[in-house]
């Protein structure tokens, strides 16, 4: 059976992170990926993404420069990035090798792969917050003939059936696509239910910068009145696409996609929608307004702001088949599953019980989660601050056993 000191499921942004600092630490270690580094990235995400964050904000600690750090790289780029990154210190990365199984047994883990199974100190779960497709009840009555597609199998709109396409819901992903499938040519519709709305650009800087600016990328989950609620936040919706062009609803209405409420579900092959979007559409604008605020006051002086977006109701259903709809796009994010890990590594619900990525069963260890410390835990650029904590603490943990043994 091979052994080794740590063992990080997952090559993405976070566990070559880690990767990194055990490196840098001589700490052994191996990092276990089911397919290539960064494959969420090569085959979770659609062809044309660019990412919404700029380049200063995408950048892993020790990572080379970037030429324009207000820039937005392309998926390709990061892809290539992410890969030299790993060479650079020569990650100890096992590819196309996929965990079944982590077990405590014997003061140590037994990680079970189909390439064997491992003994490990300790494990570290970095396959970040969107390992599982999510779907509602709804996808699965979708009327035959229609093709159901998760966004994370969505590649281009060449690639899709002829005809239209129902987009079902409005975070940074659904509308992104949805502008990029109209642009197309597709009769698009989109189901948007509870979404954020944020302006690219305020006062001529970025809206990143002005989240610096006032500390809410160094906010603590400790310092949130309700943390909770803090990690299912809706992400803001903006792109990096066309240089980090302006994205709402109301750019996809006048760019001609049709606007629709939240899905309620199907009666045969007709869609039927809440009638809910102003409401939606003025919660949005009511959060960012709130956002927009803050800035200014970090500038001294009131600005001028986006109108609010005065939205119709949209159609209280749609006949998909007259309609040409052939199809159903679930912009619907992602979640997580550890029926794989040890007992007692999660709640009632499911989720993982951690503080600051260390978890209750002793040694193992996550990152990469939605504000896990900081509210940057999960983005590329921010991912680094947890895993020098998680290194500092696994490399203590371990000389405290080696001196017991001792």
Do not use: C, K
């Amino acid at each position: 059976m091979p052994r080794t000191d740590t063992l990080i499921v997952g090559a993405g942004q976070a566990g070559l992170a880690l990767s990194r600092e055990l490196t840098l630490a001589g700490r052994d270690h191996v990092l276990v990926e089911r397919g290539r580094v960064g494959e969420r990235w090569r085959t979770g995400r659609w062809d044309s993404l660019t990412l919404l964050t700029p380049n200063w904000l995408s950048r892993l600690p020790g990572d080379a420069p970037i030429a324009d750090p207000h820039a937005f790289m392309t998926r390709d780029e990061l892809i290539a990035r992410l890969g030299a990154y790993a060479a650079s210190f020569a990650a100890p990365v096992i590819g196309r090798t996929r965990v079944h199984a982590v077990r405590r047994r014997g003061g140590a883990f037994h990680v079970e792969t189909d390439g064997g199974t491992w003994r490990a100190e300790g494990v570290v779960v970095a396959t970040g917050a969107a390992d599982r497709l999510r779907l509602p009840e709804s996808a699965a009555a979708v009327p035959r003939g229609v093709l159901s597609l998760h966004a994370a199998a969505y590649r281009s709109p060449g690639a899709l059936p002829d005809g239209g396409v129902l987009v079902v819901g409005a975070g940074p992903t659904g509308q992104q696509l949805a502008l990029e499938l109209r642009r197309a040519g597709r009769e698009v519709v989109l189901a948007a239910g509870r979404h954020a709305r944020m302006i690219r650009r305020h006062r001529g800087i970025d809206a990143w910068t002005w989240l610096g600016r006032i500390g809410e990328l160094e906010r603590t989950i400790d310092e949130v009145r309700d943390p909770a609620a803090a990690r299912r936040a809706a992400s803001l919706v903006l792109t990096g696409a066309r240089g980090g062009e302006r994205l709402d609803l109301g750019v996809l209405r006048d760019a001609g996609v049709t606007l629709a409420g939240r899905l309620l579900g199907w009666a045969g092959s007709r869609a039927r929608f809440a009638a809910d979007l102003p409401e939606s559409a003025r919660a949005a604008d009511a959060r960012m307004r709130r956002l927009l605020a803050r800035f200014d006051a970090q500038a001294g002086s009131p600005s001028a702001w986006p109108a609010a977006l005065d939205l119709a109701p949209g159609p209280a259903e749609l006949d998909l088949r007259p309609a040409g709809i052939g199809t159903v796009l679930w912009a619907t994010g992602f979640g997580r599953r550890y029926d794989w890990l040890p007992d007692g590594a999660t709640d009632a619900d499911g989720e993982l019980v951690h503080r600051r990525g260390v978890t209750r069963v002793p040694g193992l260890y996550a990152l990469g989660l939605p504000f896990q410390h900081r509210r940057t835990s999960h983005m590329i650029g921010g991912v680094g601050a947890d895993a020098a904590h998680i290194a500092a603490v696994i490399t203590g943990a371990r000389r405290r056993a080696t001196a017991i043994a001792a």
